[in-house]
């Protein structure tokens, strides 16, 4: 288990505190009576420390702070105290039946437990208050790079599309399209601005339904079949519920588009893509048959942007596999009702 710089510090300054308690009853040849009950004190707290702290890290998992905020709050202060005055109840009987020949008395007992709760309401509610702007600092910093990263990927997406290269082809390839076919030509420029149109409308969301990103890879796979012909094919195999799932903008299209980038693509050697949604994954798969000549900046900084974007919304990974034949990428799709 790891530490954070300020548990180091509270459980160093407890230990100082339990050593001084000891030292102080052993200078002042105190009897054995105040060494058993102080450490019976100690075990108490320590089994109380340990027992909120296993609490706090099973909440963080069912009841985030930062979702469930007032529902977190109340059930941690109530299951907290709840726990507390067990094991201090548990502990006062043991006392009592081990150590001295007196029973536990109920008035001893309702005294104990109203003593407890004026102690342990405002010591539990300062640690929750404290809990709290420590994830929500987390959460702000967390969000400000999200926002840097989306941006970033945004701005790589815009300049990909933007870039005079593929402006220059995908006119060339419309201008000749409309002395040739003229109803062909009229179905590229509205592919071509439904492209674009997309590209624009994602700058402004962090997520977007599957089935809005399969329509603009429609789009996209349409300039891209009419410009190299049959040497890219696209195939999916997409479960309907998953289309109501959520991804971040342009994953898909960033995925096929490091395909194109990366391997050679020709007639007797045609790329092929196939898209499929299974277990809760998406996964684009496409036979391996990587350019001998490595491009420059071809690192695989999209793939680290596409899994830094997912991270903010799940603990799911993004998987990479490469075999001799294929190179496959999996990213899970996000069920918003869960975040």
Do not use: C
Request: hydrophobic share 45%; proline share 4%; no cysteine.
């Amino acid at each position: 288990m790891k530490f954070s710089r300020s548990q180091i510090i509270q459980n160093s300054i407890a230990i100082s505190l339990v050593v001084g308690v000891f030292v102080f009853l052993y200078a002042t040849s105190a009897p054995r009576e105040l060494y058993l009950t102080a450490g019976l004190v100690v075990a108490v707290l320590l089994l109380i420390l340990l027992a909120n702290r296993a609490l706090t890290i099973s909440l963080d998992r069912k009841l985030p702070w930062l979702t469930h905020g007032n529902k977190r709050f109340y059930s941690q202060l109530s299951i907290g105290v709840l726990v507390s005055l067990i094991i201090i109840n548990l502990s006062y009987f043991l006392f009592k039946i081990t150590l001295t020949e007196d029973p536990p008395v109920g008035s001893q007992i309702a005294t104990i437990n109203a003593l407890s709760i004026l102690i342990l309401l405002p010591i539990i509610s300062i640690n929750f208050g404290i809990q709290f702007l420590k994830r929500w600092k987390n959460a702000q910093l967390a969000s400000e790079e999200f926002q840097k990263e989306s941006i970033k990927a945004e701005l790589n997406a815009l300049k990909n599309h933007l870039d005079p290269h593929f402006l220059f082809n995908n006119l060339n390839i419309l201008s000749s399209l409309i002395s040739k076919d003229q109803k062909q030509s009229q179905a590229y420029l509205e592919k071509f601005a439904e492209v674009y149109r997309i590209i624009l409308q994602s700058s402004s969301e962090e997520l977007v339904e599957l089935k809005q990103e399969l329509s603009f890879v429609s789009a996209y796979m349409y300039l891209l079949e009419i410009r190299f012909e049959d040497t890219i094919q696209l195939s999916m195999a997409i479960d309907k519920k998953d289309e109501a799932l959520y991804l971040p903008p342009l994953t898909l299209q960033m995925l096929i588009e490091n395909a194109i980038k990366h391997n050679t693509v020709s007639e007797l050697r045609p790329l092929k893509i196939h898209v499929e949604s299974q277990n809760g994954y998406i996964s684009i798969k496409n036979n391996l048959q990587e350019k001998k000549v490595e491009l420059p900046n071809s690192g695989q900084t999209g793939l680290e942007n596409i899994k830094r974007r997912y991270s903010y919304f799940t603990t799911k990974p993004v998987e990479v596999i490469k075999n001799p034949n294929s190179f496959i990428v999996r990213v899970p799709l996000i069920n918003i009702s869960e975040i």
